[in-house]
């Protein structure tokens, strides 16, 4: 069977080999490449390479060489067929017929591949010619010397329409083909066809694999767009390739990050400066494919670029809609990061007047997706009345729902809602002071709790036990809460709003507070499949430690016997949490005497006065 040329080349370029090969046997970074010992032959010392950069594996010892379909083919041991089919499978790609238009199509794109890098050379030497003066001075200007001129290629069009076609004629190329891959167009006043870029400096665009593909120009002197790039052709589509893609890949694989920037200009300066995964969109907002390329770039487990936004307003709202794009395709290990630029400077500005250091300094201050998703709906938003604050969360609900895979938008959906509940739990406890059990209904963290109508301890309350440390209790919490989830309507805030200090316990916390939000009514054993689904296997350790030694917390025990249980060890977590508020609440007075950081202060002094009382409480004594 066979398959078309193009079709080939774009599941080679879909797959890196160090993926294919990394899902068959492990692999050692060396470098640039990877090395295995090899799986064609016996041998102890590892002499098999995989180069993602140039494509291919080799071995040193045996011999064996080849692509990513030759790889797959010998260590899978299939056909040419069954191999293109599997590898196809795995990048999501369907598999054509080939047909005698194709061929035609594939040998088309070859000539189209002439033409274009033909066109660049002629650029290339224009930028040295008496017409291409005022570019190369510009250039000098943005502080780019030959070196760097030469590293990217860079060229000028010349203000006559006709020099460039003239040229490639010469050269034996035809009109129709220059039209078809963007270099001409055919005029509205009849004549012949003239040049697309005139009187510009020329930024060739290349593809995956390095081959010039299209054009962006800059204008020097007149009127028209400051910037354009070369029409969609066969050969170019703008929203699925990036300004120095095929660099950035090689750096990517040498551990060096990912940056997406807005110009041309940007990306050279950081190249220069160091940063050799700088890419760029052309001439637009960055694009789902893009986004998916991105990705690609990187080796798995690495996949978090870092997106360099203008720290000005329209820099925020370029930078809100990336996340919006991004957010439908996030998967485990893929995400991206957003750095701002502050004081209008852009990465090539910045460099220039202060330096490599201080664009490190803009990545290393890099902000998790996480908290620009946060920004994106909290800023500038009124949380001042209840129903402002789930305006808020059905805003982050929404956001967060759009993400595709289950496992990352129940991880966000938990992160949201631990940063919502972090922002506003203690509000209504400082609003009123906790009341003892005496003085009425406890507020534990804002929220009213039924007391019960015996207040005597359960008989197996265990009365001699002493009260468990911190970690002791959360652990207390949540086994009573897995053994006895009916519990979450009536505790269910209490348990979402205080952070524990055990962080595996913590997050088990928000997992179940997540789960019983969204799936209200669940018993003991659906609450504990969904958790084991969501990666938490050690349930039994959690359940059976507190189990043992505190009766109420039992699957057996009566709901009441939980209802007591659960109720006096929150409170003394409470009191903890308040105490430590508190605390915290003690020095940022100290650091800053304002009247917001005072009447902080003293709500949480009157809360932990009342909190005091239940925490003294002779009943809570195990």
Same mark, same amino acid.
């Given at each position: ?13 879909? !797959? ?47 011999? /064996? ?13 299939? #056909? ?32 189209? &591949? ?19 003066? =005022? ?12 070196? #760097? ?17 003239? &040229? !490639? ?32 400096v020329m930024f060739p665009v290349t593809d995956r694999r390095g081959r010039v593909v299209a054009f962006g120009g800059r204008i020097l002197e007149g009127e028209g767009p400051k910037y354009i790039n070369s029409a969609d052709n066969p050969l170019f589509h703008k929203g699925k390739l990036l ?9 990517? /694989? ?26 760029? @969109? ?45 957010? @439908?395709?996030?998967? @485990?290990? &893929? ?7 502050? $004081? ?5 500005? !910045? ?19 996480a908290d620009v998703l946060w920004q994106m709906e909290a800023e500038g938003r009124a949380v001042d009345s209840p129903e402002a604050r789930a305006g808020l969360q059905a805003a982050l609900d929404e956001r967060v729902g759009t993400i595709n895979d289950r496992t990352v938008q129940s991880l ?41 109508r015996n207040t005597d301890p359960p008989p197996d309350y265990q009365r001699s036990r002493p009260r468990p440390a911190r970690e002791g209790r959360e652990r207390v919490l949540l086994a009573t809460m897995l053994n006895h989830p009916e519990l979450f309507e009536e505790f269910g805030e209490a ?19 997540? =789960? !019983? ?17 969501? $990666? ?16 109420? /917390? ?48 003293? /709500? ?19």
């Amino acid at each position: 069977m066979a398959f078309p040329p193009q079709f080939l080349e774009e599941l080679r370029a879909r !797959l890196a080999l160090s993926d294919v090969v990394g899902k068959r046997m492990r692999l050692i970074r060396a470098g640039r490449e990877f090395k295995a010992p090899c799986p064609f032959h016996n041998e102890k010392t590892p002499s098999f390479y995989v180069n993602d950069q140039k494509g291919f594996f080799h071995c040193f010892g045996c011999g /064996a060489h080849g692509d990513i379909i030759g790889f797959a083919m010998r260590h899978d041991n299939l #056909a040419f067929p069954e191999a293109v089919e599997q590898l196809a499978a795995e990048a999501g790609l369907q598999v054509p017929q080939s047909t005698p238009e194709d061929r035609q199509r594939f040998e088309r794109q070859k000539s189209l &591949h002439d033409l274009v890098e033909a066109a660049c050379r002629w650029f290339e030497l224009q930028l040295f010619a008496p017409s291409g003066r =005022v570019a190369l001075e510009y250039l000098h200007g943005r502080g780019l010397d030959e070196e #760097a001129i030469t590293r990217f290629r860079l060229g000028h069009a010349p203000s006559d329409g006709n020099a460039l076609r003239i &040229h !490639l004629a010469r050269e034996g190329f035809k009109e129709p083909d220059m039209i078809e891959a963007g270099l001409v167009r055919p005029s509205d006043y009849g004549g012949g066809a003239f040049s697309f870029f005139r009187n510009r400096v020329m930024f060739p665009v290349t593809d995956r694999r390095g081959r010039v593909v299209a054009f962006g120009g800059r204008i020097l002197e007149g009127e028209g767009p400051k910037y354009i790039n070369s029409a969609d052709n066969p050969l170019f589509h703008k929203g699925k390739l990036l300004y120095n893609m095929s660099r950035a890949r090689q750096a990517a /694989a040498d551990d060096k990050p990912v940056i997406v920037v807005e110009g041309y200009m940007d990306v050279i300066a950081l190249v220069r400066a160091g940063f050799e995964g700088a890419v760029a @969109p052309l001439g637009t907002a960055l694009t789902e494919s893009q986004i998916l390329e991105l990705w690609k770039l990187s080796p798995s487990g690495q996949r978090v670029p870092i997106l360099c936004f203008d720290g000005d307003n329209a820099g925020q709202r370029a930078a809100f809609r990336a996340v919006e794009r991004i957010l @439908p395709h996030l998967m @485990p290990d &893929h995400s991206v990061k957003v750095a701002f630029m502050e $004081g209008g400077e852009d990465p090539d500005s !910045l460099i220039r007047k202060q330096g490599a250091k201080a664009m490190q300094e803009v990545l290393d201050g890099a902000r998790p997706l996480a908290d620009v998703l946060w920004q994106m709906e909290a800023e500038g938003r009124a949380v001042d009345s209840p129903e402002a604050r789930a305006g808020l969360q059905a805003a982050l609900d929404e956001r967060v729902g759009t993400i595709n895979d289950r496992t990352v938008q129940s991880l966000y959906r938990d992160e949201m809602r631990r940063r919502f509940y972090e922002k506003f739990r203690a509000r209504p406890a400082f609003q009123q002071p906790f009341q003892g059990r005496q003085g009425g209904p406890g507020r534990f963290g804002g929220r009213n709790f039924r007391q019960p109508r015996n207040t005597d301890p359960p008989p197996d309350y265990q009365r001699s036990r002493p009260r468990p440390a911190r970690e002791g209790r959360e652990r207390v919490l949540l086994a009573t809460m897995l053994n006895h989830p009916e519990l979450f309507e009536e505790f269910g805030e209490a348990l979402g709003e205080v952070q524990f200090l055990a962080q595996p316990l913590d997050l088990l916390r928000q997992a179940v507070v997540s =789960v !019983l939000v969204e799936h209200p009514g669940l018993d003991a054993a659906a609450l504990g499949s969904h958790l084991t689904s969501k $990666g938490f296997s050690n349930l039994e350790d959690v359940v059976g430690a507190a189990s043992f030694l505190y009766a109420f /917390a039992r699957a057996e025990a009566t709901l009441d016997q939980a209802r007591r249980g659960w109720a006096d060890v929150w409170g003394q977590t409470y009191c903890d949490h308040i105490r430590s508020e508190r605390q915290e609440a003690t020095q940022s007075l100290a650091r800053d005497l304002n009247m917001d950081n005072w009447s902080r202060l003293k /709500a949480l002094q009157e809360a932990e006065a009342g909190a005091a009382e239940f925490d003294d409480d002779p009943d809570l004594e195990y």
